[in-house]
């Protein structure tokens, strides 16, 4: 019922920056916490970050915080990635997520999330 569409990938020198955006059609994302994961070939995929349902909160993966900020636009119904001073491994496939949520909680797992987006790859040069 929820539709996500990343864009924002390509290829970037280490410490450029990218700004991902996922744009939801189908349901409101007001009603749903994000997030945003990513993986690597022979790997899980793993948590990036996370916003609440009101954008009141966030969470982040230890290794990008600082560097990395998520945010959302319920207006435009798009929750955006802002990477900055990227690194080397950053490069994955980044990946959109929503769960339809009434808590107001970070969402930070990615078996409790009911939809995704197709992935977008972002590639860092060192």
């Known amino acids: 019922q929820v539709q996500l569409v990343e864009s924002g990938g390509g290829l970037v020198q280490a410490g450029g920056s990218l700004r991902l955006s996922c744009e939801a059609s189908?349901?409101?994302?007001?009603?749903?916490?994000m997030g945003w994961f990513r993986q690597v070939p022979g790997k899980e995929r793993e948590f990036v970050a996370a916003v609440t349902r009101s954008g009141g909160s966030e969470g982040y993966l230890d290794s990008v915080k600082g560097r990395f900020t998520i945010s959302r636009d319920n207006a435009k119904n798009t929750v955006y990635l802002q990477m900055n001073s990227l690194k080397a491994e950053d490069t994955a496939v980044y990946y959109c997520?929503?769960?339809?949520?009434?808590?107001?909680?970070?969402?930070?797992?990615?078996?409790?999330?009911?939809?995704w987006g197709q992935g977008t790859q972002v590639t860092v040069s060192s």
């Open positions: 189908g349901r409101t994302l007001s009603s749903c916490a």
């Open positions: 997520a929503a769960k339809i949520d009434w808590r107001d909680v970070v969402v930070r797992v990615a078996f409790d999330y009911d939809y």
